[in-house]
């Protein structure tokens, strides 16, 4: 009996062994899969072109996605200009001023707002800025993607201020600072590695974002000026060639995939780099 | 036969030096008369009556909890950032109310070293001038003169000077703690206090902070709670002893340890509890 | 130990080097008055006698102020080793000192009464214990002093012969006293001093005793070099 319990225990583990090691390694995979086909197929139309001239009608060469890309660092700009300090001040807040319970239930809130769906969000934007300026544009688009960044601003802010050891305020109060002062010549600096990297994340996180756009900054096939008129960006283009039929368009959207998946990727190992830097200068 | 070797003189007799008893006298650098304070609906300190004399040290010992740290801590109004507290009773510095100055006020002339050193993450001189700075004090030339001044005071000045820029973090746990030490005399403070400054630091760094306390007592007045007594023993001219929120015996610190009048006293210097 | 660099002493040491300036001041003037002392018996000299009874209110209150920076120092302190040694040393040379301070006194006060009552001619050779007695007195100080231990072992050796004096000496009196009645009174005064330059003898070998003890450790009393044997030594690990 003895011999096919030990049988069956060990065939148990190995099984288990291999299932985890299997979906580890599907993990694992997936990225690099993503990353190999999107260089595939995306590597060829990479030129100079692509990043300097505007998108030409189906059939002519020398077409890029010049205005896509700028017209993503725009949005994105805007977006963190308006999610940003938004996000860091109400952190500040939470982290340092306010109740227990007072924390708890913003806290609470905010994470909701983290949940609303990203569609959800864009039709909110259209209603209160598309519809009131009467057209698309990119300060629309900035604000959607603004409102999606704030949640996440709020939350990273008010860990990483939270993990500054209370020692460190002490210290600053005991020399004659006040609590404001405290908090801006102390207590951020001390946080800055996360705060910085928080912040970069949640930056990639929204550049990648399609549906809000959608309802916001639209899309354009030539130069948006300003910030008033309707605005073409990467996600988007990407959604629009793919589902052309066109053949040399799709071929544009494997590029702009691949050129969106660069970006944010560099965002996320640079952000990282921060703060694995940040944690071996504070050595005690 | 050896020769003497004084001269023929008359030698006038003279009582032994006379041990200098708490000071009463007009106006003692922190007078606190009848201070309670409590933490929530708990006790901590009753009635403490008690004055601090001008630039000399006095230490606070007693067994763990009985309050010594907390009527510290009151001196410099740090209590006030800790949550349901409430305190009666009157501080005074200089004879002025503690509780009607502006709070920050209060905390440039009664500066703080805490248990665990506290070094800000920037560097060595940033650390020490930081103070300086956040009182309005730009002009470059006068900052670093501050900062190496207090450094020396420190007894800091010849293992940092050749590395003001680099991090605070990277210096030992006895010299992050002199660099506490700078950074709190670099705004010239009235009184120093010291919330057992060397109970995370080994025998010789504590010396050196020891030794250090000696040489600045002329320049601030030093008030130095420990958890161990022979540090109060070596170092301070009058002792308070602390039980249980009460303030048993206060004397000159040869009285504590040679003759103290309490029994309680005598029980715990002696290592009877505690 | 020193903590920084240069010749900057920590407090305690600071504290040290004031103990032993004043047990060295009153080593000095007790010096001085043993030599003294002698000397107003030998010259007949009243000045000098005068002059060891002035300071005498001087090495009492010596006496005080030691003993009283010494506990001092142990409560506030808690020295070891050494510096334990060190002043436990100082509080028993402090009381040798005193008194051998007393006994010139005494000796002074002998001396007064000869000059009254003056001695026909020499009994005894007086200067010659007296500078033996001085000799130990001497080295017993400059080895608390020099930390010397030889020096220490060589006043103790010498305890015998000015014993031996002293016997000699009594035997020479009392021959005396039986042969010359009327001067009974100056050979009693001529014994004391003798018996007193004999006590002092034996401070300075209490003296001696206590620097060998703070030197070495061990402890040389009442003819007993004891080591510290006996005492539990800590493990050896076997390899």
Known sequence: MTRQVTFRRRFINAFML?????????????????????????????????????????????????????????????????????????????????????????????????????????????????????????FAGGCALGIMMIPIAVRTTEQFLRSVPTALREGSMALGANKATAIFTVVIPAAKQGLTSGMMLNLARVAGETAPLLFTALGNMYWSAGWSQPSASLPVMIYQYAISPYEDYHQQAWAAGLVLLALVLSINVTARLIMSRGSSLARR | MATPHQQLQPITTRPPAELTPPPSSAVPKIRAQHLNFYYGTFQALHDITMDIAANQITAFIGPSGCGKSTFLRTMNRMNEAVRNTRREGEIRLDGEDIFKLDVASVRRRVGMVFQKSNPFPKTIFDNVAYGLRINGVRKKSIVEETVQLSLERAALWTEVKDKLNKPAGALSGGQQQR???????????????????????????????????????????????????????????????????????????????????????????????? | MRVSGGTHLRHFEQELEKLKAKLLEMSALVESAVYWSVQGVVEKSESLAEQVLKNEGRINQLEIEIDDMAISLLALQQPVAADLRLITAAIKINNDLERMGDLAVSIAERALALIREPVPRAMI??????????????????????????????????????????????????SYMEHDPAHIPQAVSLLTVVRNLERIADHSTNIAEDVLFLVKGIDVRHHNERQLQGEPTAPTARV
């Open chain 3, 125 to 174: 050779d007086i200067p010659h214990i007296a500078g033996l007695v001085q000799s130990m007195v001497r080295k017993s100080l400059d080895a608390f002093v020099n930390r010397d231990a030889e020096l220490a072992r060589s006043v103790l050796a010498s305890d015998d012969g000015v014993d031996s004096l002293r016997t000699a000496s009594y035997h020479e009196l009392m």
């Open chain 1, 18 to 138: 291999s299932l985890t090691g299997v979906a580890t390694l599907l993990v694992v995979s997936v990225l690099f899969f993503i990353l190999g086909y999107l260089l595939w197929h995306g590597i060829g139309s990479l030129s100079w072109n692509f990043f300097t001239k505007l998108p030409k009608p189906t059939g002519e060469t020398g077409g890029g996605l010049a205005n896509a890309i700028v017209g993503s660092a725009k949005i994105l700009a805007l977006a963190t200009l308006i999610g940003v300090p938004v996000g860091f001040l109400a952190g500040i807040y939470l982290a340092e001023y306010s109740g227990r319970t007072f924390a708890f239930v913003v806290r609470y809130i905010t994470d909701l707002l983290n949940g609303v769906p990203s569609i959800v969000i864009g039709i909110f934007a259209y209603a209160i800025v598309v519809k009131p300026m009467k057209h698309f544009s990119t």
């Open chain 2, 179 to 274: 660099l506490c030490i700078a950074r709190a005399l670099a705004v010239e403070p009235e009184v120093l206090l010291l919330d057992e400054p060397c109970s995370a630091l080994d025998p010789i760094a504590t010396l050196k902070i020891e030794e250090l306390l000696f040489e600045i007592k002329n320049l601030t007045t030093i008030v130095i709670v420990t958890h161990n007594m022979q540090q109060a023993a070596r170092v301070a001219d009058y002792t308070g002893f602390f039980l249980l929120g009460k303030l048993i015996e206060y004397d000159n610190t040869r009285r504590i340890f040679q003759n103290p009048s309490k029994k309680e006293t005598e029980d715990y210097v002696t290592g009877r509890f505690g």
